[in-house]
């Protein structure tokens, strides 16, 4: 059993950066491949990014590349987005999920949910 909590988000302006982060309780984290979801109103929830277990392969959806940067540390059971160069499009609510295949995009795959953090950004 994972439990997932994420933090950081909030409202920033057009090309303004934030960092979100995602606390994992339970000593099984390293056993897991995470990813980062958004789901914008209207929208379906979409995947953004996802590491491997050891932190050595990512994955980014196209519109996110060269923009955000996930990374894990396993000794604090927490993994990262880095989001610069935020754009209104990027709006959305952001959530951490763990599973126990990595880069894939489908959330079915995905086993645990955190309860997602909201990201505004303001033209």
């Known amino acids: 059993q994972v439990q997932l909590a994420e933090s950081g988000g909030g409202l920033v302006q057009a090309g303004g950066s934030l960092r979100l982060s995602c606390a994992a309780s339970?000593?099984?984290?390293?056993?897991?491949?995470m990813a980062w979801f958004r789901q914008a109103p209207g929208k379906e929830r979409e995947f953004v990014a996802g590491?491997?277990?050891?932190?050595?392969?990512?994955a980014y959806t196209d519109s996110v590349k060269g923009r955000f940067t996930i990374t894990r540390d396993n000794t604090k059971n927490t993994v990262y987005l880095a989001m610069n160069g935020l754009k209104p499009g990027d709006t959305a609510v952001y959530y951490c999920a763990a599973g126990m295949s990595w880069g894939l995009t489908t959330q079915s795959r995905y086993n645990y949910w955190g309860q997602g953090t909201q990201v505004t950004v303001s033209s």
């Open positions: 339970g000593r099984t984290f390293s056993s897991y491949a």
């Open positions: 590491v491997n277990w050891s932190g050595d392969r990512t």
